[in-house]
Nanobody, 124 residues
């Protein structure tokens, strides 16, 4: 089992930036590939970004590609999502997820553990 806790969400103006963080309990953080997903009211949960177990490979969804960067710091048991040039359509609850695999995946069903989410609200 691994416990994930997201932080860093909040209210930001369009065009602004946020850095989301996800911290994990335990000493086996480096054994997991990590991902970020988001869910807006009335919509399905959708993939945002993922990073491999080694940190060497990353993968982004088209809506955030070029504006976002996922990274990890295994010494701190933390994965980050830096989001720039935020748009109102980025408004959602953002979830951190962990997968017992080396590789990245955009599919929610491939992830084993989930955090409770952090709210991101972008105003125009």
């Amino acid at each position: 089992q691994v416990q994930l806790v997201e932080s860093g969400g909040g209210l930001v103006q369009a065009g602004g930036s946020l850095r989301l963080s996800c911290t994990a309990a335990g000493r086996t953080f480096s054994s997991y590939a990590m991902g970020w997903f988001r869910q807006a009211p009335g919509k399905e949960r959708e993939f945002v970004a993922a990073i491999s177990r080694s940190g060497a490979s990353t993968y982004y969804s088209e809506p955030v590609k070029g504006r976002s960067t996922i990274s990890r710091d295994d010494a701190k048991n933390t994965v980050y999502l830096q989001m720039n040039s935020l748009k109102p359509e980025d408004t959602a609850v953002y979830y951190c997820a962990a997968r017992r695999s080396y590789t990245v995946s955009p599919y929610a069903n491939n992830y084993d553990y989930w955090g409770q989410g952090t709210q991101v609200t972008v105003s125009s």
